[in-house]
């Protein structure tokens, strides 16, 4: 998986029968770190992906490597806890029910998290991505939604 640093963009790439897939288009290879598909250009570059589209072939996008392990219940305990957040004037409460992961916004908004790769969960088209410090301690999050972006949330308590 690959993510774009300047907004919440994800490429994932997949595997199938031996070749690379973006979305349900497979890649064709025309040198040893470029493939193709039918709407541009995947160049590969270490730890990151450049994309360039045939109707803009000067405008490029990078994406960076991203660690795509998906968190477990083993984890689910640590992101559990109540976050506040002074930008949305909000608080949320992470809550680990049996292997699942809950986000409660109000006493009757309850969402379920879905793993979608290290520290970080979707639901629809919102992403949490859990913040660690130095020592790897949960110490807050970030919550995107299409209309605003990494909206941070402290963790303010362990429950």
């Not at 997949?14 to 039918?38: N, R």
């Not at 803009?56 to 806890?81: A, H, R, V």
């Not at 130095?134 to 939604?145: E, F, H, P, R, T």
Request: glycine fraction near 4%; aromatic fraction near 12%.
């Amino acid at each position: 998986m690959y993510r774009n640093s300047n907004r919440n963009d994800f490429i994932e790439l997949s595997v199938k029968d031996g070749s690379l897939y973006f979305k349900t288009e497979k890649l064709k290879a025309i040198s040893l770190d470029t493939l193709i598909d039918k709407d541009g250009i995947f160049i590969f570059k270490a730890d990151q992906l450049i994309v360039k589209k045939f109707t803009d072939p000067q405008d490029s996008t990078t994406y960076n490597m991203i660690d795509n392990s998906l968190p477990t219940g083993d984890l689910f305990e640590q992101y559990s806890g109540n976050y506040s957040s002074e930008e949305a004037v909000a608080l949320i409460k992470i809550e680990k029910v049996e292997e699942s992961l809950y986000a409660i916004i109000t006493p009757s908004t309850k969402e379920k998290l879905t793993p979608y790769f290290r520290d970080s969960f979707r639901v629809g088209n919102k992403l949490y991505e859990f913040v660690r410090d130095n020592n790897k301690k949960i110490i807050g999050l970030y919550i995107s939604v299409p209309r605003a972006e990494n909206i941070f949330f402290n963790k303010i308590d362990s429950k």
